[in-house]
């Protein structure tokens, strides 16, 4: 990596199914940074923080390796960019250590994402859960990162991160560079299809709300056509209007049209017309991902290649962070 580069990382957790919100809100700014930006980019593949709630072992591990083989296929090139499974990177959980002793208690206990998922797996809220943010800013920070593409959820998170890294420059000097979210305009919060007030969520129980990257066109067609939307009857961007708002947002994304161009074209047709529309587009753009991926989950060899790989040169990076931080610290090398 050369330094006075920029640096973008960004990483995804493989718990259950990517969605089209992961798809639109993130990895899709990932490949197109990745090929327009003057800047290195990593990414990884979060195995670490989805031990927060509980997985099965030998489900656990082949969504590890799907999650990895759908970064190559919506076009993460590894020889380019990096890509490697977090846990394969022991810095990271050895900078999530150091950086608890730099996190406050109460901002840990005001993360949304914490409040929410202690409601929904009240059974189990361990510590991870809770420190699950320091792992995230050991992740960003350890890459000396400059821009970070993640959804409007991950927003808290990254202001957390920044709060962190400006603590511990704050008192020894400059260590880490202070990373920036970079949230689409587009996409940024792609809501449910049956509760367009609620962020689509793979963990939602009614499946009909999520369509997930690996979905079935003909299923995802048909989830568009059951989509909420409302009494008004007009294809158009408007207040009360949740459900064809996200629908104009993520025709837009699947399609590049605008969204002037998509009322216009959908002037005087009903919401039948467009919600297939919408599905067809949205298939047709995963169509290509589908495909890569079945190609490359009969290739584990290269799939293995790719991610030793990744964290070799990712390892190399972090080394040289956390011993920088050693040092400022005062441990003795
Ligand atoms: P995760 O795995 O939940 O989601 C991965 C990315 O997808 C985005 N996203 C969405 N965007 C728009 N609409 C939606 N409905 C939607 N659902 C998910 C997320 O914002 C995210 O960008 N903690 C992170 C993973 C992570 C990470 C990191 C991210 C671990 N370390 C370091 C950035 C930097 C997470 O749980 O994302």
Redesign the pocket.
Known sequence: MINDRKII?????P?GQL?I??Y????KNWKMMQDTEDADCIF?V?DL?AITVRQTPAEFRQRILQTYAILLSIGIDPKKSPCFIQSHVKEHSELAWMLNCYTQFGELGRMTQFKEKSQTHADNVNAGLFT?PT??AA??LLYQTDF???????KQ?LELSRTIAERFNGIYGDVFTVPEPYIPKL?????SLQDPTK???KSDANVNSWVAMLDKPEDIVRKFKRAVTDSDMKVCVGEGKDGINNLISIYSAATGLTAEQIERDFEGKGYGDFKLAVGEAVAESLRPIREKFDDLMKNKDYLESCYKAGAETASRIAFRTVSKVSKKIGFIK
Do not use: E, W
Request: charged residues 10%; neutral net charge; aromatic residues 8%.
């Open positions: 990382f960004s990483a995804i957790q718990s969605t919100g992961n639109f809100g993130a990895l990884a979060a923080h699950y792992l995230m992740d960003i970070v593409p993640v959804g409007a959820d991950q998170h996409c940024a919060r792609v809501m962020k689509m969520s």
